[in-house]
């Protein structure tokens, strides 16, 4: 199976700046795509940023020019650089992955969520 462990949430000050983590594991499965979620109280889960295996990226409108996802392929991990951070931030961020087992004919890809982080920006 395949596991996504988070970290590097906290609290944070209006304009700082905080780095999020997301390591992948599960052998025998590729990683084909990894992202970041975010969830705030009241809302529905909503994208903020996408990377492929191939480092092609996609972000919400909300966070261009302020946040940076990018991802080490040998070590399975994404990371979220998050800067000029805005109190509409804050929210619970998970990690999501498309995975594909590679073990198994014909191949099917599936959807892995972690467990979140919590990301609280104040004044």
């Known amino acids: 199976q395949v596991q996504l462990v988070e970290s590097g949430g906290g609290l944070v000050q209006i304009g700082g700046s905080l780095r999020l983590a997301c390591a992948a594991s599960g052998s025998g499965f590729s990683f084909d795509s990894m992202a970041w979620y975010r969830q705030a109280s009241g809302n529905q889960r909503e994208l903020v940023a996408m990377i492929t295996r191939g480092g092609s990226t996609n972000y919400a409108d909300s966070v261009k020019g302020r946040f940076t996802i990018s991802s080490d392929n040998a070590k399975n991990t994404v990371y979220l650089q998050m800067s000029s951070l805005k109190p509409e931030d804050t929210a619970v961020y998970y990690c999501?992955?498309?995975?594909?087992?590679?073990?198994?004919?014909?191949?099917?890809?599936?959807?892995?969520w972690g467990l979140g982080t919590l990301v609280t920006v104040t004044e």
């Open positions: 999501k992955t498309d995975a594909t087992r590679l073990d198994r004919f014909p191949l099917q890809q599936f959807a892995y």
